[in-house]
């Protein structure tokens, strides 16, 4: 009986341990960040914590940065 709770106790930590980050990972999937977010770990950071401050700093940015990817491409 007691293997069978040691094996219970692995089975119960490993799930503690990865459905968090396996959830966590499914949401960031699904998130569209900014293009300049997407590319860059610290404008990603800044627009998950706060969008609007990142708006107000990088939303010019962003706006050209799109406008030249479909000049780019309508080329």
Do not use: I
């Not at 997407?38 to 401050?53: C, E, F, G, T």
């Amino acid at each position: 009986m007691s293997d069978e709770l040691k094996y219970l106790a692995v089975a119960l930590l490993v799930l503690f341990a990865f459905v968090p980050v396996t959830v966590q990972a499914l949401r960031r999937r699904k998130e569209q960040p900014p293009p300049l977010a997407s590319n860059d770990r610290k404008l990603y950071r800044l627009w998950r914590s706060d969008p609007d401050a990142y708006q107000r700093q990088y939303g010019a940015l962003d706006e050209e940065y799109v406008k030249a990817q479909k000049a780019k491409r309508n080329e």
